[in-house]
């Protein structure tokens, strides 16, 4: 098969991969972007994002076709060993609401495909192998498919999740399981389920549980905890998994949260052991090499306690598609090879300490919101952790600057 020379490949057509391809686009780059699925892939059904992803979307121009999704209003967290609910308003001074928006998947993944050409996503294209070649003077990848398609790409950009071929490459250690693993899903209700649009999570230890109302016929549901790893029986069949969250692991959880579990669409259950890269190989790591860098989950694995994978995915993707439009821009709209070592350097620099952040932040809080109701963790997490440190996470993590994606 012949070679053809991409100014940039993308590596993976999830939400890392498909929105440095819109915020590429907006710079008058068009990436080619490889994906093993036959189609787009929905796994999860729904994700929260939170006011950092929605500037991020805003800087790509496709928060608009979201808009529908309306923020919660309220959190509730529930202490399942106590009964203690804690309930903190997410309304600002103005009566607008800022708390986090859940979407669907599908809607978010299309609402940022919709915005590429049809050709430049290549499905069931899964990438075998990598090598690096000279081209007029500086290094470019050479990136290997299965069918056999070898590409040339001036810039290589790794989204392809956990299990990233294109961080191997970069020498980035393997992702680690945390002991624990979720479950997430959709119920539906047919007829409204009169719910407010307020998030509901129950904490206990080595559990945490909640839901979330996605439309008023709707509700994205959730469970963690140290359960069975993937790989059992349980991980394949979603009936075993709504009975053995209903009988056995959330048996004791308020009847209004086993009530959304009874009406889960099973089609749309999944178990997935939670993954994360320890933050020091973040900061030791090359997150670049030349040409060729990650985005996304291949970057940065974290637990989903504060809900920042996907968002921070989407912060990444802004931040990348402006340093590469600028030097785009600045060279008469011509990619130019031996620039690229450093523009994707600026961007790792931005993005280091942000992302080793979200990988600790989201551990630790999952460690002490699930860390049981003994009197030293209680104090810790009731006195010290809500009150002075979580707000103060919050409010770090609810902010990033993307900048401007206008070229
Ligand atoms: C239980 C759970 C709950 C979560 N909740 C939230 C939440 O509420 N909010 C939030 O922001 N985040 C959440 N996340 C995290 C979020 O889902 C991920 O961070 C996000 O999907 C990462 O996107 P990505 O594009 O980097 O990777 P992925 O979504 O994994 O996409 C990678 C893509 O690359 C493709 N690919 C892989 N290898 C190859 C290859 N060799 N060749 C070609 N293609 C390849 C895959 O098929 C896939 O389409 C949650 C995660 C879990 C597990």
């Excluded at 106590?82 to 903190?88: I, K, N, P, R, S």
């Excluded at 011509?334 to 942000?354: G, Q, T």
């Amino acid at each position: 098969m012949g070679t053809t020379v991409e100014d940039v490949v993308i590596v993976g057509a999830g939400i890392a991969g498909l929105a440095t391809a819109v915020a590429l686009k907006r710079a008058g780059i068009e990436a080619l972007v490889l994906e093993k699925s036959e189609g787009l892939r929905t796994t999860g059904a729904a994700l929260t994002l939170f006011p950092n992803a929605w500037i991020a979307l805003d800087a790509l121009g496709v928060s608009h076709k979201l808009a529908s999704y309306t923020p919660s209003r309220k959190n509730h967290v529930t202490d399942l060993d106590t009964g203690e609910v804690q309930t903190v308003s997410l309304i600002k001074a103005n009566g607008d609401a800022v708390g986090p928006r859940s979407v669907h998947r599908k809607a978010l993944l299309e609402a940022l495909a919709d915005e590429l050409p049809i050709h430049s996503i290549r499905f069931s294209s899964k990438i075998s192998a990598i090598d690096t070649q000279q081209y007029e003077g500086s290094s470019i990848a050479i990136v290997h498919i299965e069918n056999g398609t070898v590409i040339k790409a001036k810039v290589l950009i790794g989204c392809d999740g956990v299990h990233s071929v294109v961080s191997r490459l970069l020498g980035l250690s393997e992702p680690v399981h945390s002991g624990r693993s979720a479950v997430r899903g959709l119920a539906v209700y047919p007829q409204g389920h009169g719910l407010e649009q307020e998030v509901r999570q129950y904490v206990g230890l080595g559990r945490r549980a909640g839901f979330v109302p996605l439309t008023d016929k709707e509700i994205f549901w959730f469970f963690s905890g140290t359960t069975p790893a993937k790989g059992t029986s349980l991980a394949k069949d979603p009936e075993e998994i709504q009975k053995e969250i209903l009988e056995n692991y959330a048996k004791d959880l308020p009847p209004i949260y086993l009530d959304v579990v009874q009406h889960a669409d099973v089609s749309t259950l999944t178990w997935a052991p939670l993954m994360f890269r320890y933050p020091w190989n973040v900061v030791f790591s090359s997150l670049s090499k030349q040409n060729i860098t990650v985005a996304g989950d291949a970057m940065h694995p974290m637990t989903p306690d504060l809900a920042q994978g996907g968002c921070s995915a989407l912060e990444d993707a802004a931040i990348l598609g402006r340093h590469i439009g600028t030097s785009f821009k600045q060279n008469g709209h011509v990619l130019v090879p031996k620039e690229m070592s450093e523009v994707l350097s600026k961007y790792v620099e931005e993005r280091r300490w942000r992302v080793v952040f979200l990988i600790a932040g989201s551990y630790i809080s999952g460690w002490v919101q699930q860390g049981g109701s003994g009197w030293g963790m209680k104090f810790l997490r009731d006195a010290i952790f809500y009150k002075f440190i979580f707000p103060k996470m919050v409010s770090y993590v609810n902010y990033v600057d993307c900048g401007k994606l206008d070229f």
